[in-house]
């Protein structure tokens, strides 16, 4: 099983990303997908999850209103769409899945990508 996550990088406080994660597990359509991100010094914690029908989503306190959480089970691909970056939200972001039910908790989830990396300067 494979996470490919891609799609960080260096941007200006106040502008978006979109990072994908491409995932091998199948079928794609049952796993509950998730993102979690660990900044430096930090714990990891929790972003955002989305149901395997794409149904069911939710957040951090902290993204709310500012993150979206996608998939597109033809291309067995989940999205986060960032938008408003603050430079509090620098830190390596992972996408994770799971092959039951709904959860938050990231003792939970089986598979993990290898992480991209995103920078918000201010």
């Known amino acids: 099983v494979q996470l490919q996550a891609s799609g960080g990088g260096l941007v200006q406080a106040g502008r978006s990303l979109r990072l994908s994660c491409a995932a091998s597990v199948r079928p794609f359509s049952t796993y509950t997908m998730a993102w979690f991100r660990q900044a430096l010094g930090k714990e990891r914690e929790f972003v955002a999850v989305?149901?395997?029908?794409?149904?069911?989503?939710n957040y951090a306190d902290s993204v709310k209103g500012r993150f979206t959480i996608s998939r597109d089970n033809a291309k067995n691909t989940v999205y986060l769409q960032m938008n408003s970056l603050k430079p509090e939200d620098s830190a390596v972001y992972y996408c994770?899945?799971?092959?039951?039910?709904?959860?938050?908790?990231?003792?939970?989830?089986?598979?993990w990508g290898q992480g991209t990396l995103v920078t918000v300067s201010s």
């Open positions: 989305i149901s395997g029908s794409g149904a069911v989503t």
């Open positions: 994770a899945a799971r092959s039951r039910l709904f959860t938050t908790r990231q003792s939970s989830y089986e598979y």
